[in-house]
């Protein structure tokens, strides 16, 4: 074997068990509310570039609000129904307070996507949370 293969060789298996867990998690979770309120919360934990992604049915005028505590680490953005996280453009996102409120614009399901940063997702770290989401 060529020196230069036998470093390509090296290289790849030393990178072999890092790509096996570069893959992102993604957990759904669907929300349901219990029979007379109009608000649930969850509770989650997630890890590296996992996400979690949690699904709401609800309807065109109704108002959404969500809020997130526990790490500073989990962020969250909403996604209105038809768009893929990642693929489209949010519909809101939460603010330095951790919450976010709108009007939504079409009945379907939406998408609560909670995630980590780069910086925190690329040290691997652990990202309790506890979100809320009310729908009135």
Same mark, same amino acid.
């Given at each position: /074997? $060529?020196? *230069?293969?036998?470093?390509?060789?090296?290289? *790849?298996?030393?990178?072999? +068990? /890092?790509?096996?867990?570069?893959?992102?998690? %993604?957990?759904? $979770? +669907?929300?349901?509310?219990?029979?007379?309120? #109009?608000?649930?919360?969850?509770?989650?934990?997630?890890?590296?570039?996992? $996400?979690? @992604?949690? $699904?709401?049915?609800?309807?065109?005028?109704?108002? /959404?609000? !969500?809020?997130?505590?526990? #790490?500073?680490?989990?962020?969250?953005?909403?996604?209105? +129904?038809?768009?893929? +996280?990642?693929?489209?453009?949010? *519909?809101? #996102?939460?603010?330095?307070?951790?919450?976010? #409120?709108?009007?939504?614009?079409?009945?379907?399901?939406? %998408? %609560?996507? !909670?995630?980590? /940063? @780069?910086?925190?997702?690329? @040290?691997?770290?652990?990202?309790?949370?506890?979100?809320? %989401?009310?729908?009135?």
């Amino acid at each position: /074997m $060529t020196p *230069l293969r036998s470093l390509l060789l090296t290289t *790849l298996l030393a990178l072999t +068990p /890092m790509l096996a867990t570069a893959a992102d998690k %993604v957990t759904t $979770t +669907p929300v349901h509310f219990t029979k007379g309120a #109009s608000s649930a919360t969850l509770r989650g934990t997630l890890s590296g570039y996992d $996400t979690v @992604r949690y $699904t709401i049915a609800a309807r065109a005028g109704q108002t /959404m609000a !969500v809020t997130i505590d526990g #790490s500073p680490n989990a962020n969250f953005n909403v996604f209105a +129904p038809g768009v893929t +996280p990642g693929q489209g453009e949010a *519909l809101g #996102s939460n603010d330095e307070k951790r919450r976010w #409120s709108g009007t939504l614009p079409t009945t379907g399901t939406y %998408v %609560v996507q !909670v995630y980590q /940063m @780069r910086a925190q997702a690329r @040290r691997n770290e652990k990202a309790p949370h506890s979100l809320t %989401v009310a729908i009135r």
